[in-house]
């Protein structure tokens, strides 16, 4: 009965789809979710071999890695990375702490048993470059070469976040100001990151090139600086403008990536991304808070993937630390992030969504109780994010 209710409701388009599960109420919108996931509710996230290859839709989002912020509570759950699948094209947001290994994972590359994990990869986005979500770009970077059995087709475009030339600003102001990392380049951009890991893996890359004929990681991507210089001068503060038309970041054949300009201040730029593809259309937030920005990208996607922190955990957290640390904390989180009560009710609601997909969880050892608050105002399906979980867009099949 389930299996069949679940093909009826992914048959009907997404607009409708959010009025029919808003008339049989959250009960129905959990079951929905999860057996049309192939994920029991209360179950922890499936291996490899029952989740990305359960999907025959053309167009899919598998949840690499769910979990937010630096601080690692929960082994379940890896460091937030989302991948956006079109057949055999993989396009990859963010790489947390266990990415590569997700990525791995996931069926999203050819079963060659001989190191493959990036053989389809097409693009990588990065919305910010908090280490929370980048930590994972030094591997991918340094072994990529070692895994791309049976690639065919030009380098991966990686994208990410110019360099900045405003430091963000202290807070509390009445404290000392610190000592700068990297005086030289204290605000560099995903380019110049990347130069500096080339310097840091040359021994690696030296002898791998004389001694093996392996790829120069240079060969196999293709680094982009996202420009927006005629957009936005950052000042200290980090608070993006509202923008009137999205940035076009990357069109690669029937898939158009665009971006825009989120909220999470001091941290700037950052950036939410779209994935239009003939299926339907896939949002992933980045680390922001209610932003007008966002919702307008967000317009009508099919789903929505978007962060979410439990203010309970933040008063939890700051209560055990120590004052001078404490306030300063709370304030960030707080106001550069969005809150479950306000995840679906003031993004998701006025972005019109079909699906809002909760991942970048902190914490990530909250039960899923909690997070089914996120439902409050909401009247589309929600899922509670899980490591390396599937979510169909469109009805297409795919035969690959």
């Not at 937030?285 to 317009?299: F, W």
């Not at 991942?359 to 608050?373: C, E, I, M, T």
Request: hydrophobic residues 40%; glycine residues 10%; charged residues 20%.
């Amino acid at each position: 009965m389930c299996h069949v209710l679940n093909e009826a409701v992914a048959s009907i388009p997404s607009t409708d789809r959010r009025r029919l599960l808003s008339m049989v109420g959250l009960g129905a919108v959990g079951a929905v979710t999860a057996t049309a996931l192939g994920t029991p509710a209360a179950a922890a996230p499936a291996s490899a071999d029952s989740t990305e290859r359960r999907s025959k839709a053309r167009t899919r989002v598998v949840l690499l890695g769910t979990s937010g912020g630096p601080a690692v509570l929960d082994g379940g759950r890896h460091g937030v990375s989302t991948a956006i699948a079109f057949e055999d094209k993989v396009y990859v947001v963010d790489l947390g702490v266990g990415a590569f290994g997700r990525l791995q994972q996931s069926g999203l590359a050819p079963d060659t048993g001989l190191g493959s994990a990036l053989s389809w990869l097409r693009g990588i986005f990065f919305t910010h470059l908090h280490s929370d979500h980048t930590v994972d770009w030094p591997t991918t970077y340094a072994i990529g070469s070692m895994n791309i059995v049976g690639r065919s087709g030009g380098p991966v475009q990686v994208f990410g976040p110019a360099p900045r030339d405003t430091l963000s600003r202290v807070f509390p102001p009445t404290r000392p100001t610190p000592a700068l990392v990297n005086p030289d380049e204290p605000m560099p951009g995903i380019s110049s990151m990347t130069g500096h890991l080339r310097n840091a893996f040359a021994q690696d890359f030296n002898d791998r090139l004389r001694d093996s004929n392996f790829p120069d990681p240079d060969t196999l991507f293709e680094v982009h600086d996202i420009d927006h210089s005629a957009l936005w001068t950052i000042g200290p503060e980090g608070v993006p403008p509202r923008l009137e038309a999205p940035i076009q970041v990357w069109k690669d054949g029937e898939i158009t990536v665009t971006a825009t300009l989120v909220d999470h201040h001091p941290t700037a730029p950052a950036y939410g991304y779209r994935f239009d593809t003939p299926d339907g259309s896939v949002v992933v937030s980045g680390d922001t808070c209610v932003s007008q920005n966002l919702i307008d990208l967000a317009r009508g996607a099919d789903v929505l993937v978007h962060e979410v922190i439990d203010p309970e955990f933040v008063e939890r957290l700051t209560a055990a630390l120590p004052p001078e640390t404490a306030e300063a904390l709370r304030k960030h989180l707080l106001e550069s992030h969005t809150t479950i009560e306000q995840v679906g009710r003031d993004v998701a609601e006025q972005a019109g969504v079909g699906t809002l997909a909760l991942s970048h969880l902190v914490p990530g050892n909250n039960p899923p109780a909690r997070w089914r608050k996120a439902q409050r105002g909401f009247s589309g399906e929600l899922v509670v994010g899980e490591d390396l979980m599937v979510i169909p867009v469109g009805r297409t099949r795919w035969n690959g």
